[in-house]
């Protein structure tokens, strides 16, 4: 059979009285769904742990006490080769979205609005994206549109309940709050993604008077002023009791215990320090320990409620880190820098293994097979459909598309849903810090290679991942068809002008200093720029003699199925396409940022049309394509 040929234009990949107590507390219960307890951990690195995530013991595995993470352990699955974003705010805001970093284009961390928090850099700028984080509702620049799950988890029955740290948007914007992202009750939750104490003697950072002496300043945990109570016991304490109330409430209850720690500042936790130090350790590494041990028995505290409480055997625990451990700070980290998490390279901030890869174990008594291990990789954003899949929620809307992909079927040993998959990492930013691995680069992952591509220089790195964990070892010139393959894994991308004004209202001047400018911000990102396509099709003198100084390929389009307008609907996008679609049509479609409900009526839309073009003999291939095919651009 003949296939027809289309091209999209803008597809966007990218003990006996305790079962009692259990028995009586199932039978009160209507709704029988399980609870579910995200544990996140902020900075803890892949060796942070007595734990091995690896293939074997380490010499970090040997020297910090976690046995509540082996306690669970035993309970459920490890994972090897989980991954996030390499700093907080992008993983949070692609766990709370789910959607990738590259998508939300939050890719550094936020605090104050309006404000970017990167260093100044010499050669690159940093592109204009969204430093003002995520949230639900539409009407905040530079911030990104997504509904929630925990959202549709509130909505389908469940009490949602979080505690720790949010840091999902900027101060003084709508995702700031955790209660605007579907949560029934925050404790303690705010914009900021550090604290500047830990220590209830100084009142987690507040003075006497009351007032907070820095943004990070902890809220709401006023009652421990004064005390003794470290902030990680403060917050347990208080998700203890919040849990006492949900059982009450004749419904399942979802628990986000996201701890401050093991975030600077290293104040060490007077529980376990001695400790610590009789091992041996300096006083920032063994009050690094302290933040450890201290989660960790945070973390055990809660098991020991649920079994307490009846609630375990119907409980699903989820464990993980939002970025690798911190090792490329002097002034908090001793020893040789960017080295705390050997084997893995580097630390926080970097693309390399040890600012990405994360220690997770889940728990599901009766599903997730007890001690069991999985060493297939995925990433945060894939926490978004496991956990609604796990609530039993299948049917659900959202105005953003979801990149994540559930993990089902790893958990029941059923599938491997990475098999052929990429992940992509994206930090076109200066976070603070330097070393290996950190800033302006992106990286991508598919099975055993993974390719870094530094945007200031335009270096590539390629390693197998299996066989180099540390990454010691670049393979890109030995391997330049890898690289190439990987680096077509990616998008295509063109430019579109600045203004999205057309060329017939610009004089000759505004023109060309559009198109030059669009070219050079792409640039700086290190993207070779090689297409154009003109704002409302429109064209003059100028722009024609632009894209012919510059090398560009025109792109015009055949099928416009009108998806950025609010009075379209999925069906009436998806019919327009398949009455104008012809063999070699150019389908142009919008990624908009989810106002009306764009792109997800676009994404539903597809959802449909592309199946029924299938049916009807035609295939997809990238735009560039077309013109590889077609021979000599027209404007050359």
């Known amino acids: 059979m003949n296939k027809k040929i289309l091209f999209p234009l803008a597809l966007v990949p990218l003990a ?13 219960r209507v709704d029988k769904r399980p609870n579910i307890i995200l544990f996140m951990v902020d900075d803890m690195g892949w060796q942070d742990t007595s734990l091995p995530f690896w293939t074997q013991k380490t010499d970090y595995n040997k020297l910090y006490e976690t046995p509540n993470m082996e306690r669970l352990a035993k309970q459920g ?99 700031e709050d955790p209660h605007h992202w579907g949560f029934e009750v925050n404790i303690a939750g705010h914009a900021a993604g550090g604290l500047a104490s830990y220590l209830g003697e100084e009142n987690y950072g507040h003075n006497k008077d009351g007032k907070p002496i820095s943004l990070m300043a902890v809220p709401g945990l006023e009652k421990y002023w004064g005390t003794e109570t470290f902030v990680t016991e403060a917050l347990t304490l208080e998700a203890i009791k919040a849990l006492n109330k949900a059982k009450k409430y004749n419904q399942p209850f979802y628990l986000y215990m996201s701890q401050y720690a093991i975030h600077v500042p290293l104040d060490k936790d007077k529980r376990f320090y001695d400790k610590y130090k009789k091992k041996g350790m300096t006083d920032h590494e063994a009050a690094y320990a302290t933040l450890i041990e201290g989660m960790d028995k945070s973390l055990g505290d809660l098991m020991d409620w649920l079994e307490k409480s009846g609630e375990a055997d119907n409980t699903i625990i989820i464990f993980m880190s939002d970025n690798g451990g911190l090792a490329a700070e002097s002034y908090w980290r001793d020893g040789k820098l960017h080295t705390q998490n050997h084997p893995l390279n580097s630390g926080k901030g970097s693309t390399y293994e040890g600012g990405i890869r994360e ?35 299948k049917k659900y809307k959202t105005v953003q598309p979801i990149d994540g992909i559930s ?9 491997n849903p990475s098999k052929g998959r990429s992940l992509f990492w994206n930090m076109p930013n200066n976070w603070g810090n330097d070393g290996p ?76 200093r559009d198109l030059k400018e669009s070219r050079k911000i792409m640039g700086k990102m290190g993207i070779d720029v090689k297409e154009y396509r003109p704002p409302w099709g429109h064209l003059n003198l100028m722009s024609l003699y632009c894209i012919r100084k510059m090398h560009l390929q025109l792109i015009f389009w055949d099928v ?17 396409i398949l009455r104008r679609v012809f063999p070699g049509a150019v389908i142009c479609l919008h990624d908009g940022r989810g106002e009306n409900g764009a792109p997800g009526r676009t994404i539903e839309a597809l959802k449909k049309a592309i199946p029924m073009l299938k049916a009807q003999g035609y295939e997809f291939r990238r735009i560039e394509e077309k013109y590889e095919t077609a021979g000599r651009s027209e404007i050359s």
């Not at 905040?140 to 948007?169: E, M, P, R, W």
């Not at 599903?367 to 899949?389: H, M, Q, R, W």
């Not at 993990?407 to 599938?415: A, E, Y």
């Open 16 to 28: 006996a009285t305790g079962l009692q107590a259990q028995k009586s507390a199932q039978t009160q």
């Open 77 to 175: 699955m490890m994972f090897t080769q989980a991954y996030a974003s390499s700093i907080s705010s992008p993983t949070r805001c692609s766990l709370i979205t789910g959607t990738n970093a590259a998508r939300h284009r939050v890719t550094n961390w936020t605090l104050q609005k309006n404000t970017k928090t990167d260093r100044k850099d010499k050669v690159l700028d940093v592109p204009d994206w969204n430093y003002n984080g995520v949230s639900q509702v539409p009407g905040t620049n530079n911030t990104f549109v997504g509904t929630s799950f925990v959202q549709l988890l509130k909505d389908s029955g469940y009490h949602t309940i979080h505690c720790g740290k949010a840091h999902f948007g900027a101060i003084d914007t709508p995702g």
């Open 359 to 393: 220690p997770m174990i889940v728990s599901w008594p009766g599903v997730v097979a007890p001690g069991s291990k999985c060493n297939d990789y995925l990433l945060i954003e894939d926490f978004y459909p496991t956990i609604l899949e796990m609530a039993g929620i």
């Open 407 to 415: 993990f089902m079927p790893l958990l029941k040993q059923t599938g």
């Open 437 to 512: 691995g950190i800033n302006f680069n992106c990286a991508v992952r598919k099975g055993d290679w993974k390719l870094i591509y530094y945007y200031g220089t335009g270096k590539k790195e390629l390693f197998n991942i299996p066989d180099d964990i540390g990454e010691s070892n670049d393979l890109s010139a030995q391997h330049p068809d890898i690289v190439k393959r990987m680096k077509k894994s990616g998008y295509s991308i063109g430019i579109h002008s600045l203004s999205h004004q057309s060329a017939m209202l610009f004089g000759p001047g505004r023109t060309k």
């Open 560 to 576: 416009m199925a009108q998806d950025w307008s609010a009075k379209e609907t999925a069906d009436s996008i998806c019919n327009k």
